[in-house]
């Protein structure tokens, strides 16, 4: 019974280039979230996501970020033209059903921008 | 803005002490809270979660939650070194998780 699997795990990318961050959430879970760890900080919530649809995504940066999560495959955070600031650890958690309540977080995908 | 405040630590405490760690979130209206636990490069992962007013024990975690006073803890009994962590709050606000920075806790043997 796989957990939240996520990937990469590591992912390296030289400024200006683009990042894909792929999340599959735990069978049963139709809910992701996407939460972002700056090094030495707590998470910090980006979006909220059904399948085909965006719930909530008051945490997203407005600009080079985006999130979706199709009808098959996994949810992606997608990352344009990245920054040095970009450099963290990305979580996908899941859920069973709507709004937050028990989360269940993947191994987390860690951005390093050179 | 939501909020959620925990001080940073780190918190010292000799194996086999209590510790306690603290929570205080901004809004009235939440109804859920939640205790994760995160090992250094690690994910959070979910110790304890609880709903209504008072204590909830789960084997030597204790929560204890206090509405009106907007006020969440989490007391370890006889800790261990397999403890030391950093442990966030996290609240629930509407269709989302809050946490809070987390406070780092150190069991020293």
């Known amino acids: 019974n796989a957990g939240v699997m996520q990937n990469p795990r590591h992912l390296v990318r030289r400024r200006g280039q683009e990042a894909r961050l792929r999340c599959s959430p735990m069978k049963g879970h139709s809910h992701v979230y996407w939460y972002r760890q700056l090094p030495e900080e707590g998470l910090k919530f980006m979006v909220y996501?059904?399948?085909?649809?965006?719930?909530?995504e008051s945490g997203m940066p407005k600009e080079r970020f985006s999130a979706e999560f199709p009808k098959e495959g996994p949810s992606i955070l997608r990352i344009q033209q990245v920054v040095r600031g970009d450099s963290a650890a990305y979580f996908c958690?899941?859920?069973?059903?709507?709004?937050?309540?028990?989360?269940?977080f993947g191994a987390g995908s860690r951005l390093t921008v050179l | 803005q939501k909020e959620v405040e925990q001080n940073s630590g780190p918190l010292s405490v000799p194996e086999g002490a209590i510790a306690s760690l603290n929570c205080t979130y901004s809004?009235?209206?939440?109804?859920?809270f939640f205790w994760y636990r995160q090992y250094s490069g690690k994910s959070p992962e979910l110790i304890m979660s609880?709903?209504?007013?008072g204590d909830k024990e789960d084997g030597r975690f204790t929560a204890q939650l206090n509405k009106a006073s907007q006020y969440v803890s989490l007391l370890i009994r006889d800790s261990q070194p397999s403890d030391s962590a950093t442990y966030l709050c996290?609240?629930?606000?509407?269709?989302?998780?809050?946490f809070g920075a987390g406070t780092i806790l150190r069991v020293k043997s």
């Open positions: 609880i709903y209504s007013n």
């Open positions: 996290a609240v629930s606000y509407g269709n989302k998780l809050v």
């Open positions: 996501l059904q399948k085909e649809n965006i719930i909530d």
């Open positions: 958690a899941s859920s069973p059903g709507r709004g937050a309540n028990v989360l269940t």
């Open positions: 809004d009235r209206g939440s109804q859920s």
